[in-house]
């Protein structure tokens, strides 16, 4: 009786296990999925950078040129999926970066180093992709906006569209364009204080921009300041600067255990490419603002391959050649080592390597003649080589790390340095909630 | 120096990729490809890696960052 009850049950469940398979398995039985929260991704990094020569003091290697550097960085995605009448998966994400950061050279906008030093960042992402897995195709699109409260604000917008071929492989062309204006902070010895010493004799407002982006109006009663209003505001002046971007990547599986992908960017430039706080010394000691051409065209090639050795290890290099019409080229490999330790828990030591010639307008401190059309003493425009390196450790196991929602806990540190005495260590945590 | 220097890794970079015969891989035998540390773009730990590498050096893209937008030039 006992054996005929346990095989009537037996039977049972082995009916209901089959029957849940045909429902699932029958395409006619299909049913949409509305969007539902898929993933929370949250990235929180730190930044600390030492450094002198800064471009806001022209590249002046003294005690003023400090550019010493501290960022706290925060995004976090939200990912939604669903699935359409038509079996296409549906993608929509948004997202949310906030950086705080502090920079000693921001306070040399003033030239007695008296201006704000710290500011926020906030930077909203929206995106909408669509993918077709009997087609082969996927499609995406996005738009992202940022907000610098002393630099400039920017506005973009993204679509893309993949194709997949039967051998493996994956073509993809983007386009994005990002639309920015840029707060035309001067440093403070350029502005026209004229107007405050041939103050009107009469009752009026100057409007002056201090230093740090400010605006703020001067009150005078009988040629005499009488002090600031709050109810007047004046808008710092704004400069345009666009950046079309056309992206064609090719990505190709080549064997079991090997990808590969080429990946290349056409970027056109224009508008205003300097920034107005950055000074330039002429070789006469005299001072001005670094003057750049607006237009640039940048040409990026990159080359990935991936590699999965053995059961444990797996190889992610990559090669990027670049040039531009300023007459910067670059070289950079990229190579990590994941070592897993167990199938869920892994770490990754990393090496970078990167070398680039000084694009033609740049010149140190106090080298640039007043001939000159365009002139930057910006170090990131410099000959300079760098290196990076470090580690992460990345656990994923199916049941969570400590908690069944938390799927990825990912920490990685690197320690970047380059020849022109810059150095900087940074510190990311990245945490994958499904 | 530079060109020398681009030729060769060029080359080494043409010949692992022609070296490599493009086989069918099935979909069962894809377990190592689909690892998720076998994927061909950045990882979203690396962002803050990106963004100091575009703002501190003179070259930017390819590399599934950003190629413009924003300042953080500080």
Redesign the interface.
Known sequence: MKKLSLSVIGMYLMMAHAFSQSHTMDSTGYIPKKLKLDEV?L?T?Y?DQTANKSAVMGGDPGPKGIAD?T?F?N?LDLKFVGWDNKQRKNTVAAGLGI?Y?T?A??AYVDSNGTSKNN?T?I?PTLSWSRENDQKGTSFEMGA?Y?A?H???H???LNGSIAKKNK???EFSLKM?G?F?RINMIYPAEFYPVDSLKNAPVSDSIVYITSASGRTEALVYNNGQLVGNTKGHKQETPTKP?N?L?A?LSF???????????V???L?Y?SGYLG?PFHRVFYNTGKDTIETLPSQRV?L???????Y?LGDNI?I?S?????A?SWG??????NLEL?IKITPFV?I?PFYRF?M??A?KYFAPYQVHTEQEQYFTSNY???AFS?S?FGA?I?L?PPRGVLMNSLRIF???Y?H?S?TTA?N?N?I???L?FK | M?KR??SK??IV?LA??AG??????KEY?????N??????SS???????L???S??????????G?????????
């Open positions: 991704n990235v990094s930044y550097v960022d960085a995004g950086d950061h920079a050279s921001q500011g960042r930077y992202y940022s610098e002393n630099y400039y920017s506005f973009g051998t493996n492989g994005v990002f920015d600067r950046t971007t992206s990505t190709q599986i080549m064997s079991p255990r090997m990808q590969g992908a990946e290349m960017d970027v430039q920034l940048k990026p090639i990159g080359f990935r391959l991936n999965f797996i992610r990559y090669y990027r050649f670049y531009d910067l080229f670059s070289n950079t490999f994941p892994s990754s990167y680039q010639t694009a990131e425009l410099a760098s990076m992460g990345r994923a990912e920490i990685r690197a970047y380059q810059l900087a940074m990311s945590m990245n994958v | 530079q220097i681009i890794w060029g970079v692992a990729l490599t015969s493009c086989k069918t891989v035998q894809k377990s190592r490809i690892d998720s540390e076998m994927s061909l990882r979203a730990v690396e962002k803050t890696e963004s100091a590498e703002y501190r050096e003179g070259s930017s893209g390819a590399n599934g950003k190629t413009g937008g924003g300042c953080g030039c500080n």
